[in-house]
């Protein structure tokens, strides 16, 4: 079973639109991360949260880590094409920075 | 800064083959990660160093794979006989000791035919 279950596992929607995904495990976790990967390259670090019911924004981005440290979601307020890419949560599975990742959310934003 | 620096981009080759993939980290970057990542799916940890040293290897399939960190510096990551199953993008990142940020390279794609 995947430690971090994301979903919708693929979304695809008109520019403009809003959308939020989601990211879920039956664990508990002291942080949780939120990164952005682009086709041919690695995937980019966008926020990492840490407490209990935490909202970070990031532009037209909304983080929020799940009052019990066991899921988060993504909202993008009216999306853009480049917006478009492959959206992972990760945490840290230990001491050493031992990071698992999500199974992924791939986003196409059409124009 | 320069980021961290994978070759080659590109890799195919015929199942049974060898192939061998290089990294150089983020200079001054201690701990140094390479994952694997099937397509659509998300990366997964293959071996992680602190300086020269593996601090976790558990999910690597050491019947083929092998990694070193030369000097603590650069890395390579060689499988050797490779499988259909190990098309993927090998991808590399490197973090400084105790930070949770990790600066990922653009990646290897492999494709075993």
């Known amino acids: 079973t995947q430690l971090l279950e994301q979903s919708p596992q693929f979304l695809s929607i008109q520019e403009g639109e809003n959308l939020t995904v989601y990211c879920n495990s039956s664990s508990v976790f002291s942080s949780l991360q939120w990164y952005r990967q682009e086709p041919g390259e690695g995937p980019v670090l966008l926020v990492t949260?840490?407490?209990?019911?935490e909202v970070k924004k990031l532009k037209r981005l909304t983080f929020q880590f799940g009052d019990a440290r066991k899921d988060s979601s993504l909202h993008i307020t009216a999306a853009q094409p480049g917006d478009t890419g492959l959206y992972l949560c990760?945490?840290?599975?230990?001491?050493?920075?031992?990071?698992?990742f999500g199974t992924g959310t791939k986003l196409q934003v059409i124009p | 800064e320069a980021g961290v620096a994978q070759s080659p981009r590109y890799k195919i080759i015929e199942k049974r083959q060898s192939v061998a993939f290089w990294c150089n980290p983020i200079s001054g970057h201690a701990t140094l990660y390479w994952y694997q990542q099937i397509l659509g799916q998300g990366p997964k940890l293959l071996i992680q160093?602190?300086?020269?040293?593996?601090?976790?290897d558990s999910q690597l399939p050491k019947d083929r794979f092998s990694a070193e960190r030369l000097k603590g510096v650069d890395s390579t990551l060689k499988i050797q006989p490779a499988k259909l199953e190990d098309s993927a993008v090998y991808l590399c990142?490197?973090?400084?000791?105790?930070?949770?940020?990790?600066?990922f390279g653009p990646g290897t794609r492999l494709t075993v035919l």
């Open positions: 990142a490197s973090s400084l000791a105790g930070a949770d940020t990790q600066y």
């Open positions: 949260v840490v407490t209990g019911g």
């Open positions: 990760a945490i840290n599975r230990g001491g050493y920075q031992k990071v698992t």
């Open positions: 160093f602190q300086n020269n040293g593996v601090v976790d």
